[in-house]
């Protein structure tokens, strides 16, 4: 069974606007963790943000943030003020227990933003 | 630079050839991770090494034989691979204890002919 989803293969977004990647996960384990990473078209996978499932607060990093609904086991990254730069693919991952060596991935999104 | 070191960064091989990707990493990691990423699938995990010990084989082929011989350098050893095989091959490398995302390399493009 997946337990990361994406359900957008891919997205297209004006510059300037506020972007919305949704990714679900499934565990049962209290403690996880939830990343995104980005990968430009020259292939280097690059950390966008992190969130603890304990965490009180949404994680945020400059212009990303996290939108981390528990209940719903939704952690979707938003872009605010999406710049041509951001045109990539999109990566949600989950590392199933913190101590657990083993991080997965989702099959990600590809984001094009239009000039 | 994100301080894992990918080397080849092109890999064009022959199915009958032996080759191998290495990996090094400066950041002073205690877990290691082979990821191939196809244009098909999602990035998926292959291989982890945690302090040197493999804790991962995702079902891969034997064709495919990694190689941890210090917790600063994974290998990749490759022989009599199938065109299905050419892919992005990412190492990556965490400091797991501490719950920490993965560093990667700049991944190799492996094209098997």
């Known amino acids: 069974a997946q337990k990361i989803t994406q359900t957008q293969p891919g997205m297209f977004v004006q510059e300037k606007e506020a972007v919305t990647l949704d990714c679900t996960y499934d565990t049962s384990d209290p403690s996880y963790g939830l990343f995104w990473y980005k990968q430009p078209s020259s292939g280097e996978m690059i950390f966008l943000i992190y969130?603890?499932?304990?965490?009180?607060q949404n994680a945020t990093e400059g212009r990303y943030s996290l939108n981390f609904q528990k209940a719903r086991k939704s952690a979707n990254l938003v872009i605010s003020a999406s710049q041509l730069g951001d045109s990539a693919m999109y990566f949600c991952?989950?590392?199933?227990?913190?101590?657990?060596?083993?991080?997965?991935f989702g099959k990600g999104t590809r984001l094009h933003i239009l000039p | 630079e994100t301080g894992v070191t990918q080397t080849p960064r092109h890999l064009v091989m022959g199915m009958t050839n032996k080759k191998s990707l290495k990996c090094e990493q400066h950041l002073g990691h205690n877990a290691m991770y082979w990821y191939k990423q196809s244009a098909k699938k999602p990035l998926e995990l292959m291989f982890v090494y945690n302090f040197k010990e493999q804790t991962e084989n995702n079902s891969v082929p034997s064709r495919f034989s990694p190689e941890c011989p210090n917790s600063s350098h994974l290998f990749l050893h490759l022989h009599t691979l199938q065109p299905e095989d050419s892919a992005l091959y990412l190492c990556?490398?965490?400091?797991?204890?501490?719950?920490?995302?993965?560093?990667f390399g700049s991944g190799t493009q492996l094209s098997v002919l």
């Open positions: 991952a989950m590392r199933e227990k913190v101590g657990d060596d083993k991080i997965i």
């Open positions: 969130q603890g499932s304990y965490d009180q």
């Open positions: 990556a490398s965490s400091q797991v204890l501490r719950g920490e995302k993965l560093f």
